[in-house]
């Protein structure tokens, strides 16, 4: 059905609470890239909150390519898996038991432009403690209010991206992506711990930087420590790698896309087009 005519009732805790799980998906020559990974992280996290899958794996993954077939083979989009909270009720799991709802969305694509690969994206820090002490940013959460705004704040300053640091300092990952730094033939990037969370592009990337003849590392990274790497990079499902050019106004290395991002990008399109 179209968008417009989907609903979800007020009673549902994805309206009344935010409570809901989901993923995207880059969808590419009519297939989801990546989804065993999605799956499994989205299977993860449901299990984390003692939530039972509304359908059966087996049917999701029917379901997706049932509605894939419909959508051109020719172009780019995102598919959205979202899980819901189901019916209010005390306790934090699904009541009653079998609530939850599955809501699968195909979306226009919003990958950057060729170009802004080239000359990279600007990123802002936002204030120390600005990262989710909780522990919930390992799970993709319905509710993004905190991310949302961030992201706006950083439109207002013609930034691409923020990035979310710890009481001390350090930087723990985007409010939608994951980040490297590059020195030399090595990449930097922050622990998932205590709470980051698990990208599916970034689990890919130690083996792919060893291909490229990069050494991958996971360590402490300081906004001053990607203000004076060589390069710098996002990474997530959508985007791929996307060089970072500017942090907080500061120029990084060349202020454009540099020989790491563009290698690892250039890997991981082969990568998926293999799939």
């Known amino acids: 059905?179209?968008?417009?005519?989907?609903?979800?009732?007020?009673?549902?805790?994805?309206?009344?609470?935010?409570?809901?799980?989901?993923?995207?998906?880059?969808?590419?020559?009519g297939r989801p890239l990546q989804w065993p990974a999605h799956r499994a992280r989205l299977a993860r996290a449901l299990r984390d909150w003692r939530w039972p899958a509304p359908r059966g794996w087996g049917e999701i993954d029917r379901l997706i390519s049932r509605i894939l077939r419909r959508h051109p083979p020719a172009r780019e989009a995102t598919l959205r898996v979202t899980v819901t909270g189901g019916g209010e009720g005390p306790g934090w799991a699904p009541h009653p038991p079998g609530s939850?709802?599955?809501?699968?969305?195909?979306?226009?694509?919003?990958r950057p432009?060729?170009?802004?690969?080239?000359?990279?994206?600007?990123?802002?820090?936002?204030?120390?403690?600005?990262?989710?002490?909780?522990?919930?940013?390992?799970?993709?959460?319905?509710?993004?209010?905190?991310?949302?705004?961030?992201?706006?704040?950083?439109?207002?300053?013609?930034?691409?991206?923020?990035?979310?640091?710890?009481?001390?300092?350090?930087?723990?990952?985007?409010?939608?992506?994951?980040?490297?730094?590059?020195?030399?033939?090595?990449?930097?990037?922050?622990r998932l711990a205590p709470g980051g969370l698990p990208g599916t592009v970034r689990a890919l990337l130690p083996v792919l930087a060893l291909r490229c003849g990069y050494r991958w590392r996971e360590a402490r990274l300081t906004a001053r420590m990607v203000q004076r790497a060589d390069e710098a990079f996002l990474t997530n499902a959508l985007i791929g790698v996307l060089a970072v050019s500017r942090l907080d106004g500061r120029r990084i290395g060349t202020g454009r896309a540099g020989p790491c991002a563009r290698a690892l990008q250039a890997a991981l399109e082969r990568g998926e087009q293999a799939c």
């Open 113 to 190: 432009s060729v170009a802004v690969y080239r000359r990279g994206v600007g990123v802002v820090c936002l204030p120390r403690g600005s990262a989710d002490s909780t522990g919930f940013s390992r799970w993709k959460v319905g509710s993004r209010a905190m991310q949302t705004w961030s992201r706006h704040r950083a439109r207002r300053r013609g930034a691409f991206e923020c990035l979310l640091l710890d009481s001390r300092g350090g930087i723990l990952e985007g409010t939608r992506s994951n980040v490297a730094a590059v020195k030399g033939r090595v990449i930097r990037t922050p």
């Open 1 to 29: 059905m179209k968008r417009s005519a989907a609903t979800v009732p007020l009673t549902d805790r994805a309206v009344r609470e935010g409570l809901s799980l989901f993923e995207t998906v880059r969808v590419a020559r």
């Open 100 to 110: 939850s709802r599955l809501y699968l969305e195909v979306l226009p694509s919003r």
